[in-house]
């Protein structure tokens, strides 16, 4: 399967477009395992994550196609 | 007709008066919103005229927001205008928001996001904010009052230094426009019942793209907002966001060239901390504004021990809401001073 990432404020450029997953299907927290595994700089960021855009913040299951954003808070006024 | 006037009648506060407090107040007049409150203590400085469009030069070292009243009086004049010329406070929130129906968050540091989304959860006040960072911003509807507003999405601050305010200058006004006029055009759909749940944007200027999400209620925002005014008094943002006031000489980046290390012992005190950032300024000198830091995020108060200087972080902390400010641990004494480090050779 594949999922398609957005990513915004310093997490851009951290994260490729989108990833592929040999499993059929993958729970929320296991995918968000497998990035900072894979992508380690991102794990001393604060970020919140949407699936399908909506702001999640419990466990879902993703499917094939299914698009993550990975959003920063941002200070500046 | 009936939407217009509740856009005329709504009393709508803003809070914070820079890049994004300046677009945003001008479309809320265009829009005929007539009764306005603005919140900042900021005075008029060199390096906001290139985006913050209400100030001229002639307005250097005047508050902002007495200059702003005075634009709005010349070119809205049925605009009623109430200027606090002040920082918001745990100590002046509730009762400065209260007074009014609608929030604009246009502050520029965390520990205000968190009080302001607080507050207005508490007193049951549709919020409205944006934040830029680069050539990025981000705009939030928090319209669903049993929701937790900024905590449904980040529910506790990074408590970290690296969340430092981004370097405005470099935010350009087309960006800072841009947020603010959409700040007011999601304002207007609400009145107008077009869109009347949570959300949040996220608009780049590089590429013009814009996505929008929905935010779902999240449980652990609702555990960490205070349940009432009383828990909400005894909040301190500051620590929320940044940490304890507290740090060890090992914590600071002393090849930084933009922190200021505040040496606060009196001016016969030897020895000198031989380092480029240190700055000497004695109590009394700090408490008669000698200094106004505005070339700093962050201040180190440095003493002999570490005793003087942690009430005087506290101080510093409470006049400057949106500079991280910390106390150093052993003061000049410490082994790990630059002072002794220097002595040892290392």
Same mark, same amino acid.
């Given at each position: 399967m594949v999922v398609k990432i957005l990513s915004f404020g310093v997490l851009k450029g951290l994260l490729p477009a989108e990833i592929t997953i040999q499993n059929e299907e993958i729970?929320?927290? !296991?995918? &968000?395992? /497998? /990035?900072?595994?894979?992508?380690?700089?991102? #794990?001393?960021?604060?970020f919140s994550v949407a699936v399908n855009h909506a702001i999640v913040n419990r466990n879902v299951t993703l499917k094939n196609g299914d698009v993550i954003a990975l959003m920063p808070p941002f200070s500046g006024g | 007709m009936e939407n217009r006037r509740k856009i005329e009648d709504s009393k709508v506060l803003i809070i914070g008066m820079g890049g994004l407090g300046c677009p945003v107040l001008q479309q809320l007049c265009l829009q005929g919103v007539s009764k306005i409150g603005l919140v900042d203590a900021d005075i008029v400085s060199l390096s906001n005229l290139n985006r913050q469009f209400l100030y001229s030069l002639s307005d250097i070292g005047f508050a902002k927001v007495? #200059?702003?009243?005075?634009?709005?009086?010349?070119?809205?004049?049925? #605009?009623? /205008?109430?200027?606090?010329? &002040?920082? /918001?406070?745990?100590?002046?929130?509730? &009762?400065?928001?209260e007074a009014?129906?609608?929030?604009?968050?246009?502050?520029?540091?965390?520990? !205000?996001?968190?009080?302001?989304?607080?507050a207005c959860v508490l007193l049951k006040k549709p919020l409205f904010m944006g934040a830029v960072n680069g050539l990025e911003g981000q705009i939030f509807q928090f319209t669903n009052l049993e929701s937790a507003f900024y905590r449904d999405v980040f529910p506790t601050p990074q408590n970290s230094r690296d969340i430092l305010t981004c370097n405005q200058s470099n935010v350009p006004p087309e960006l800072t426009n841009k947020i603010g006029t959409e700040m007011v055009s999601n304002f207007i759909k609400y009145i107008n019942s077009i869109v009347d749940y949570n959300l949040l944007i996220n608009y780049n200027l590089e590429n013009d793209e814009m996505f929008q999400f929905d935010i779902l209620l999240n449980q652990e925002g609702i555990e960490k907002t205070p349940t009432n005014i009383d828990q909400f008094l005894k909040s301190n943002y500051q620590i929320q966001c940044f940490g304890n006031t507290a740090i060890t000489w090992q914590e600071i980046d002393l090849d930084d060239e933009n922190i200021c290390i505040l040496d606060v012992r009196e001016k016969h005190e030897v020895p000198d901390l031989n380092i480029s950032q240190v700055l000497r300024l004695t109590l009394d000198e700090i408490q008669n504004g000698d200094n106004d830091f505005s070339n700093y995020n962050e201040l180190y108060i440095v003493c002999d021990?570490?005793?003087? !200087?942690?009430?005087?972080?506290?101080?510093?902390? !409470? #006049?400057?809401?949106n500079k991280m400010v910390f106390s150093v641990l052993g003061g000049?004494?410490?082994a790990f001073s630059p002072l002794n480090l220097k002595q040892n050779g290392s």
């Amino acid at each position: 399967m594949v999922v398609k990432i957005l990513s915004f404020g310093v997490l851009k450029g951290l994260l490729p477009a989108e990833i592929t997953i040999q499993n059929e299907e993958i729970d929320l927290e !296991s995918f &968000q395992e /497998l /990035l900072k595994e894979n992508y380690p700089s991102i #794990v001393k960021h604060n970020f919140s994550v949407a699936v399908n855009h909506a702001i999640v913040n419990r466990n879902v299951t993703l499917k094939n196609g299914d698009v993550i954003a990975l959003m920063p808070p941002f200070s500046g006024g | 007709m009936e939407n217009r006037r509740k856009i005329e009648d709504s009393k709508v506060l803003i809070i914070g008066m820079g890049g994004l407090g300046c677009p945003v107040l001008q479309q809320l007049c265009l829009q005929g919103v007539s009764k306005i409150g603005l919140v900042d203590a900021d005075i008029v400085s060199l390096s906001n005229l290139n985006r913050q469009f209400l100030y001229s030069l002639s307005d250097i070292g005047f508050a902002k927001v007495d #200059v702003a009243k005075k634009y709005v009086h010349n070119k809205f004049k049925l #605009v009623e /205008l109430t200027a606090y010329n &002040q920082f /918001l406070t745990i100590d002046n929130a509730i &009762q400065i928001i209260e007074a009014y129906d609608f929030v604009f968050d246009c502050t520029d540091n965390f520990p !205000s996001r968190y009080m302001i989304s607080d507050a207005c959860v508490l007193l049951k006040k549709p919020l409205f904010m944006g934040a830029v960072n680069g050539l990025e911003g981000q705009i939030f509807q928090f319209t669903n009052l049993e929701s937790a507003f900024y905590r449904d999405v980040f529910p506790t601050p990074q408590n970290s230094r690296d969340i430092l305010t981004c370097n405005q200058s470099n935010v350009p006004p087309e960006l800072t426009n841009k947020i603010g006029t959409e700040m007011v055009s999601n304002f207007i759909k609400y009145i107008n019942s077009i869109v009347d749940y949570n959300l949040l944007i996220n608009y780049n200027l590089e590429n013009d793209e814009m996505f929008q999400f929905d935010i779902l209620l999240n449980q652990e925002g609702i555990e960490k907002t205070p349940t009432n005014i009383d828990q909400f008094l005894k909040s301190n943002y500051q620590i929320q966001c940044f940490g304890n006031t507290a740090i060890t000489w090992q914590e600071i980046d002393l090849d930084d060239e933009n922190i200021c290390i505040l040496d606060v012992r009196e001016k016969h005190e030897v020895p000198d901390l031989n380092i480029s950032q240190v700055l000497r300024l004695t109590l009394d000198e700090i408490q008669n504004g000698d200094n106004d830091f505005s070339n700093y995020n962050e201040l180190y108060i440095v003493c002999d021990f570490g005793n003087k !200087s942690l009430p005087i972080a506290h101080y510093l902390r !409470s #006049v400057f809401p949106n500079k991280m400010v910390f106390s150093v641990l052993g003061g000049i004494d410490d082994a790990f001073s630059p002072l002794n480090l220097k002595q040892n050779g290392s």
